[in-house]
């Protein structure tokens, strides 16, 4: 059973940095695609970035790019979302979330494709 494990969220003025962690289980992360999600109460959730199992090639959605960056490290079986230069509009409980599809490009599988497994982060940017 694939259990993920999400930390690091907490309370920053704007231009604060944080970095999440996502601990996996009963999920390699040469399996699948693993990424982060997130969700502004009363709204969907939107992918954020996303990285391949199998070349570790990214994602990233545009309004995040070069303030966001996404890594892993196989050893703990853990994958990281650096955030930089936050904006209150980062403000969500971010989810780390899997993916085992196949035959598609990572963006899609990011946006599309993913399962949430953990309860989320709360990132709170605020002055």
């Known amino acids: 059973q694939v259990q993920l494990v999400e930390s690091g969220g907490g309370t920053v003025q704007p231009g604060g940095s944080l970095r999440l962690s996502c601990a996996a289980s009963g999920f390699s992360l040469d399996d699948g695609a693993i990424g982060w999600l997130r969700q502004v109460p009363g709204k969907g959730r939107e992918a954020v970035s996303c990285?391949?199992?199998?070349?570790?090639?990214?994602y990233t959605k545009d309004s995040v790019t070069g303030r966001f960056t996404i890594s892993r490290d196989n050893a703990k079986n853990t994958v990281y979302l650096q955030l930089n230069n936050l904006k209150p509009e980062d403000t969500a409980t971010y989810y780390c979330?899997?993916?085992?599809?196949?035959?598609?490009?990572?963006?899609?599988?990011?946006?599309?494709?993913?399962?949430?497994r953990g309860k989320g982060t709360l990132v709170t940017v605020s002055s």
């Open positions: 979330a899997t993916s085992t599809a196949k035959g598609y490009g990572l963006g899609y599988v990011c946006n599309w494709a993913m399962e949430v």
């Open positions: 990285i391949s199992g199998s070349d570790n090639s990214t």
